[in-house]
């Protein structure tokens, strides 16, 4: 709970830790009337936010959160929000908003925030000292499309609910990833690769390298993603067989190792290896400067052969002489 000074996010007052999250939730309905309300939406969410960063899991839990904010803060963020203090809202309260809340405009909302924070970007940008771990940009390079299904959520049907989302940072060991922006797949799952390109327009990628599974290795979404200024590393597996077949084709037995990691942890050590070769003038697909190999061996500390696998894949950057550019492409196709 916060203390009675200040309560803090991550370290940070929550007054500035949902100072711009507020603004872009302003634009989020929950459904009720204007008239006569005394806790606007963009407070409630603003708080729901701030008190789930904090541990918070419940609306038991989130209501004793927000009893316990400093009424200083509580009464910035409202007069913020353009509405007078009105005391704070209950745990009802904050259940009816969440659950009411137009969550297509909340997941666009909180999308971009965490970009501009993130990338530094916007006014939360340069707000903090510059040691508050909260202030740092993520790695911004990669963006990686990821589907998962929300345990306990169905709908109508019983089905389980999907949801993709869109994780800006490294793949490596420790490396620090966050959703910047995230959608529901309706239907079934071959419709993930559509609700991908509909995720994908509202974001900025420009300058960032798109990755997915094989899954996404769509001609559309490739063109998509050029268009807006991205770059791509996808895999590609039997399901694209004349794109699979053509890199299968290629001369990988006679193309040098042009690098390599190893990563050891788990009782295990991990090597991986990446060849690259420049695209084939007829390759089935579009924008691919680069094809690559990218072979895994794991091994125990003793030396023992555990398992190897091998795939194949295909990218947009443009082929260049140093070293950094197949590292960027190595690290992106996590194998």
């Not at 839990?61 to 803060?73: C, N, T």
């Not at 084939?280 to 500390?301: G, M």
């Amino acid at each position: 709970m916060p203390d009675a000074d200040v309560a803090l996010v991550a370290g940070v007052p929550v007054g500035q830790a949902c100072g711009d999250l507020l603004e872009l939730l302003a634009g989020v309905s929950d459904g009720r009337s204007s008239q006569g309300r005394d806790h606007p939406a963009a407070v409630v969410l603003a708080l729901v936010a701030a008190a789930t960063v904090a541990g918070m899991t419940g609306y038991t839990a989130m209501a004793g959160w927000v009893a316990d904010v400093p009424q200083p803060v509580l009464a910035d963020l409202y007069l913020r929000a353009g509405a007078l203090p009105v005391g704070r809202p209950s745990r009802s309260t904050l259940w009816r908003v969440c659950t009411d809340t137009d969550t297509r405009a909340l997941d666009t909302a909180i999308g971009a925030w965490t970009t501009a924070r993130r990338s530094g970007r916007g006014p939360a940008a340069g707000r903090h000292d510059p040691a508050d771990q909260v202030s740092q940009p993520l790695p911004a390079d990669l963006l990686r499309l990821d589907g998962k299904t929300v345990r306990a959520a169905v709908d109508a049907d019983g089905d389980q609910m999907q949801l993709l989302a869109a994780l800006a940072g490294g793949t490596e060991p420790g490396a620090v990833a966050v959703v910047i922006g995230q959608a529901e797949v309706t239907g079934a799952k071959t419709n993930e690769p559509a609700c991908a390109r509909d995720l994908l327009a509202t974001l900025d990628i420009a300058g960032s390298t798109v990755t997915a599974d094989a899954l996404h290795t769509v001609k559309a979404t490739a063109e998509l993603i050029r268009a807006r200024g991205g770059q791509f590393v996808f895999p590609v597996k039997e399901n694209r067989r004349a794109l699979f077949d053509a890199l299968d084709a290629l001369p990988w037995q006679h193309t040098p190792i042009a690098d390599s990691r190893t990563e050891t942890g788990h009782g295990r050590i991990t090597r991986r290896t990446i060849r690259v070769l420049p695209a084939p003038p007829d390759l089935p697909f579009p924008h691919v400067d680069q094809v690559w190999l990218i072979e895994r061996y794991v091994t125990d500390t003793t030396g023992t052969h555990l398992s190897a696998a091998a795939q194949l894949g295909v990218a947009s950057h443009t082929p260049e002489p140093e070293l950094a550019q197949v590292s960027r492409i190595l690290r992106a196709a996590r194998l």
